[in-house]
């Protein structure tokens, strides 16, 4: 068992470093086709059903799907440990039957898995409740398959943009850290170091609560029109925060995903008037 899924995160990082669309470490998708992009799914099983029955994507191969956190929340084990990771697992393989539609963006609680930091998800550390669950599960190869899970999460995209200037990642750095933000993360092979804590790809996944004036620097540094975010937990399943700003969340009953045309033109507003409950999904 433990091998499978070595070998599941070796293929899968592999698919990721050698996509079609990759440019450096950003998701550059082509001019024609539709998207869909959730929030976070923080091991929401159900919700991860319907979504896969929504995109249909074996009868629509112009479609592709970000998906994003995965990790850490949903079911638990018989002692209270963080059993995401089978989803997650669940989500590589259906990755490797559509590799070039799915796609998986890096989020901060996968900066956390990485070099091994604490994170707190309702007051529960969710690292370590994970970690004991895995180990329980893999035994004597918990760190081998821990080993490739990392380096998996390593290879994700930090976003992905379209030719319509939108651009969905997992968050952006927060205001005080918009001037002087290095781009030159996008483009470099990632390490670990580089997700630490005041690096670049840990301010663009950790940031909160953007000013319009930082949205707007950030359009022109990113020149995009509209950001896509998930990170920020919304009760009703998105918010619309700034004027080209989108949040989204797709862990709960309310969660909620976005589908829109690579070729159209869209407004903040009209996205969020493609948005679709995840609940109605039938």
């Excluded at 629509?60 to 963080?82: A, K, R, S, W, Y």
């Excluded at 651009?167 to 483009?187: C, I, N």
């Excluded at 009703?236 to 829109?260: K, P, W």
């Excluded at 070729?263 to 409950?277: C, E, R, T």
């Amino acid at each position: 068992m433990a091998q499978e899924i070595i070998d599941l995160c070796v293929q899968a990082a592999e698919l990721n470093y050698s996509a079609k669309y990759r440019k450096g470490n950003i998701l550059e998708l082509p001019g024609e086709g539709k998207v869909i992009i959730t929030g976070d799914l923080h091991g929401h099983r159900r919700n991860f059903e319907k979504i896969v029955t929504f995109a249909d994507l074996q009868n629509n191969p112009g479609t592709f799907l970000v998906l994003q956190e995965i990790l850490h929340g949903g079911p638990e084990d018989e002692f209270g440990g963080c059993l995401s990771f089978e989803l997650f697992f669940k989500i590589l393989r259906f990755q490797l039957q559509h590799p070039q539609q799915v796609f998986l963006i890096l989020g901060n609680h996968d900066t956390a898995i990485i070099n091994d930091n604490n994170v707190l998800k309702a007051g529960k550390e969710m690292n370590e409740a994970m970690k004991a669950a895995m180990k329980r599960r893999y035994c004597d190869k918990y760190h081998l398959v821990m080993d490739a899970l990392r380096k998996y999460l390593l290879s994700q995209f930090l976003a992905v943009r379209t030719p319509n200037r939108i651009w969905m990642s997992h968050s952006l750095p927060a205001d005080r850290y918009v001037e002087g933000f290095d781009t030159g993360v996008f483009q470099k092979h990632l390490k670990p170091n580089d997700l630490k804590r005041s690096e670049p790809v840990y301010l663009l996944t950790w940031g909160r609560r953007h000013s319009k004036e930082a949205v707007e620097k950030l359009c022109r540094l990113f020149d995009v029109d509209i950001f896509v975010l998930g990170h920020q937990p919304q009760e009703t399943g998105f918010a619309h925060t700034q004027e080209n700003l989108i949040i989204l969340a797709s862990d709960h009953n309310h969660g909620c995903l976005i589908r829109f045309d690579l070729a159209q033109s869209y407004s903040a507003v009209d996205l969020i008037g493609s948005i679709v409950p995840v609940a109605s999904i039938a």
